[in-house]
């Protein structure tokens, strides 16, 4: 069982850059089994994946914020993390951190998730 | 951007059978991409609910049932119940994107 919590600010102004940082724990094989996603839900509205990192560092990113979004992993500290840049009121949602388990294709354990709310 | 089509809302008695379908194409569900099933109840984070278009986690009643067919997949849940009312959502990959997607997702209500 895989626990994620993330941490980061929950107000950021309009064209700055949003940082936020998953830290992962629990009983799990290894860090390095698993691709690390983020996932947003803006208020009232549907899931958004936004992208993940593998161990090794190689990332996948969701087309429609690709040129805005980088994601990092620190595997000595069993934590990975999302920049969003140029961030507009439309980034404001509920920012999720999860699991996948290598090999496969869904999200298996989710952080309890963190609402970012951009200021204009 | 949903690229996978639910309907807004669906809706039953308790102990009736609804299902939820989730439409997509040939670039997601029709290439043979894998539809999870993810349920979110009110104010909490989505927990996955069936993986693999009909497998069940440990842990989730096998009232929730998972299907697929050419582009569409389908959720029923059997014997509904108070505790089923949330929110439901679909997911997959497509390839013309190179990402995941996610339904647009459905709003279980008991009555």
């Keep these: 069982q895989v626990q994620l919590q993330e941490s980061g600010p929950g107000l950021v102004q309009s064209s700055e850059t949003l940082s936020l940082t998953c830290t992962v724990s629990g009983d799990f094989v290894s860090f390095t089994n698993y691709y690390w996603n983020w996932i947003r839900q803006p208020p009232g509205k549907g899931l958004e994946w936004i992208g993940y990192i593998f161990y090794n560092g190689g990332t996948n990113y969701n087309p429609s914020v690709k040129s805005r979004v980088t994601i990092s992993i620190d595997t000595s500290k069993n934590q990975f993390s999302l920049n969003l840049t140029s961030l507009t009121t439309a980034d404001t949602a509920v920012y999720f951190c999860a699991s996948t388990y290598s090999g496969f294709e869904y999200f298996q354990d989710w952080s309890q998730g963190t609402l970012v709310t951009v200021s204009s | ?111």
Excluded at chain 2, 52 to 63: L, Q, Y
Excluded at chain 2, 81 to 97: G, I, V
Aim: with cysteine; proline share 6%.
């Design chain 2, 1 to 111: 951007q949903s690229v996978l089509t639910q309907p807004p809302s669906v809706s039953g008695a308790p102990g009736q059978r609804v299902t939820i379908s989730c439409t997509g194409s040939r670039s997601n569900i029709g290439a043979a991409y894998d539809v999870h099933w993810y349920q979110q109840l009110p104010g909490t984070a989505p927990t996955l609910l069936i993986y693999g278009n009909g497998n069940r986690p440990s842990g989730v009643p096998d009232r929730f049932s998972g299907s697929k067919s050419g582009t569409s997949a389908s959720l029923a849940i059997t014997g509904l119940q108070a505790e089923d009312e949330a929110d439901y959502y679909c997911q997959s990959y497509d390839s013309s994107l190179s990402s995941y997607v996610f339904g647009t997702g459905t709003k279980v209500t008991v009555l």
